[in-house]
């Protein structure tokens, strides 16, 4: 199935919830197994009024990503987000279906999740 993508920066949050995430680039495209062998359509094309350039000015910033058919809250350059708001990863903690909605569990633990996504940070 073909998803939208989704792409930008964000400002970390002074409170801590979730951060404003401002969108520069969406694509909607499935690649094939031949574009992955030979390198086709890759990156994929993006969306008319994507953006690959912003400027943050002199505050600290990150990077997200998500795909629609997640409503996970998306990944974040930052671990330590990722574990607070993606769903989908406090889900993997829980043991849970990843493909199935999320039922009555308790908060992940966010130190689990960091040792799970340390991936990022190489």
């Known amino acids: 199935m073909t998803t939208r993508n989704r792409g930008g920066w964000y400002l970390p949050s002074a409170d801590g919830g979730e951060p404003r995430k401002p969108a520069l680039w969406t694509y909607t495209f499935k690649n ?59 889900a993997a903690l829980q043991g849970d279906d990843l493909s199935q909605p999320r039922q009555d569990h308790g908060p992940a633990d966010p130190e689990q999740l960091l040792d799970r996504l340390r991936i990022l940070d190489q």
């Open 32 to 90: 094939t197994d031949d574009d992955l062998k030979t390198g086709k359509n890759l990156p994929p094309p993006l969306e008319e009024g994507s953006q690959t350039r912003f400027d943050p000015a002199d505050q600290p910033f990150g990077l997200w990503v998500s795909n629609d058919d997640f409503r996970d809250g998306g990944v974040f350059t930052e671990p330590a987000l990722v574990a607070r708001i993606n769903k989908r990863g406090q």
